[in-house]
């Protein structure tokens, strides 16, 4: 024994190197059929996936200029950062857009900005920009809730998000007096730490269901009385990243704590259909909303992804002829992100925001519905400029589900379907999430809605404006094409958003149905 160790011993480093090539050589020609380019060129050939695999990052941190990634490039992600640590968020010597490119867009500010008086909320509260519109007071809910703020986080389940990042959104919301959609994988307790809850029905039913999946009007009642941040109720119909696709969650992820929140059996597939059980036309879906609202007094909405317009305007229609409908309607661009989705979905299936809401308002605008329904837009809308354009177009308020993320830390690593995500936000496990300081991020979450609602007051003053309900379809501008290098949102996209109804700030501080610490004040 102590001779073939000496004879191991007097092998210098560089043989053992050759041997280890040779061995991977040997593997690569002889006993590997998966990687053509590694058996036809032996050990080379696996500097080929290793630079692959690492080429995103490169990408990211050394070759891609500013502006040029996708989904959020580096001066957008720069802003929501130093916007959510509170530091110098500006740039220097002036825009690095080219603001002649195609669809670029422009706020027309007014000759003199609109003057805030000593005595104003926003004298006070630089940051106070709640939703000019009440949800469920046309419908007369017996809980109508007004938003305290326009910008919110979208629909993002505990399962796609880890626990550490639940918690830090919802603690930010209670912060920043916004509120959390669940998304659809039911209300985890962590997203009970304080904040308004928006709570988001999926095809599973996932919280809400009976044991062969259905719709629980039972468990709806029981988790909305057990839960007093639960403000409003989202059906959801379709998600822009991949509107119609079900999915399974396989059971090996399926743990005691997420089979507990949703309502499922431990270790064991579950599917999420393509479409609902509950309902199978539109007069069902208003059935369901009438129901749900009439059983839980909440406001009741629909979260879709819009593609061809009959069935919403047989809603529309409908909502005409009984006098009912939703009180909200959450409407999302075909460039929504999500935890996973198949490439010719994302890329391919439903109108991005802009032609998409815009379709969908004008269905809604012609009968007359508007003042009806509360207009929340998601869609990579998270930054002040951004938000100016969907107000123009017709939105109360705003979700944002990525931008929400980055807030907390997510560096568009876009791994959240590998469960590996660096950041710890988008995965489920226990190592990763530990990097999380929940404290520390809720304070970030809030400090970007923060910073986004000042900075968006400011533009909206610099339009002449006091709040942004008040913006039209004139205040913004496009740039469209070489003949008619400029043209309105209105002349673009062919409407004039309705008037909504706007006394003043202070009407909508003193409002009883204003979430978020308003309410407790009040
Ligand atoms: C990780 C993740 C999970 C999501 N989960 C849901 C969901 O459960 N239900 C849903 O309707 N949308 C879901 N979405 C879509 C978002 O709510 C939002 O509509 C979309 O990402 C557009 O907003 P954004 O551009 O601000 O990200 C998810 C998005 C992400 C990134």
């Not at 057990?226 to 822009?240: F, H, V």
């Not at 509950?278 to 879906?285: C, D, G, I, T």
């Not at 309705?498 to 309410?519: R, T, Y």
Request: glycine share 10%.
């Amino acid at each position: 024994m102590d001779q073939i160790i000496s004879i191991f011993q007097s092998i210098s480093w560089w043989i053992w190197v050759l041997i280890f090539l040779l061995i991977v050589a040997i593997r690569d020609i002889f006993f590997q059929r998966s990687h053509t380019i590694s058996h036809n060129f032996p050990l080379v050939g696996h500097l080929r996936y290793w630079l692959e695999s690492i080429g995103p990052e490169m990408r990211q941190y050394f070759v891609a200029n500013n502006r040029e990634e996708l989904p959020f490039n580096r001066i957008e992600r720069g802003w929501i950062y130093a916007s959510a640590k509170k530091e110098n968020n500006y740039e220097g010597f002036g825009t690095d857009r080219d603001i002649y490119a195609h669809q670029h867009v422009f706020i027309k500010n007014q000759m003199m900005a609109y003057k805030v008086p000593e005595n104003h909320v926003n004298a006070i509260d630089k940051t106070f920009i709640p939703c000019a519109k009440v949800m469920g007071v046309h419908n007369k809910r017996k809980k109508p809730f007004r938003p305290s703020s326009i910008i919110n986080v979208s629909a993002m389940s505990f399962g796609s998000l880890s626990a550490a990042a639940v918690e830090s959104m919802n603690k930010g919301v209670a912060k920043a007096d916004a509120y959390h959609n669940t998304g659809e994988g039911g209300l985890s307790p962590y997203h009970k730490q304080g904040g308004d809850v928006i709570f988001h029905i999926g095809t599973g039913y996932f919280g809400v269901r009976t044991p062969d999946g259905n719709f629980s009007m039972e468990k709806m009642k029981k988790l909305v009385t057990d839960n007093p941040t639960i403000k409003a109720i989202e059906i959801k119909l379709s998600q822009g990243a991949k509107p119609g696709k079900g999915g399974v969650l396989p059971g090996a992820k399926i743990t005691a704590e997420i089979a507990e929140i949703r309502g499922v059996e431990i270790g064991k597939d579950v599917l999420s259909p393509a479409t609902h059980k509950a309902f199978s036309n539109v007069k069902e879906l208003l059935e369901l909303i009438e129901n749900i609202a009439e059983e839980t007094g909440l406001p009741v909405g629909i979260k879709g992804a819009i593609g061809k317009l009959d069935q919403w305007e047989e809603l529309a229609d409908l909502m005409i002829k009984t006098g009912k409908g939703p009180d909200f309607i959450t409407v999302d661009g075909g460039e929504g992100g999500t935890g996973a989705a198949p490439p010719s979905f994302a890329d391919h299936v439903s109108l991005p925001w802009v032609y998409g809401f815009s379709s969908l308002y004008r269905v809604f605008l012609e009968r007359q519905l508007t003042d009806r329904i509360v207009f929340i837009g998601s869609g990579k809308l998270g930054f002040p400029a951004k938000a100016a354009m969907a107000f123009a177009m017709g939105v109360d308020c705003i979700n944002v589900a990525r931008e929400a993320m980055m807030s907390i830390g997510c560096i568009q690593a876009q791994v959240c379907h590998t469960n590996r995500c660096p950041a710890g936000v988008a995965t489920q496990s226990k190592w990763l999430q530990k990097g999380i300081d929940v404290p520390l991020k809720s304070d970030r979450l809030a400090q970007y809605f923060m910073t986004f609602r000042k900075e968006f007051l400011e533009i909206t003053h610099a339009s002449g404006y006091e709040h942004p309900c008040q913006y039209t379809m004139d205040d913004v501008q496009l740039n469209v094409d070489d003949n008619s290098l400029n043209r309105s949102l209105a002349s673009s996209y062919g409407y004039n958003k309705a008037k909504v109804p706007f006394v003043n700030m202070q009407k909508l501080h003193d409002c009883i149905h204003l979430g978020g610490k308003h309410c407790e004040n009040s």
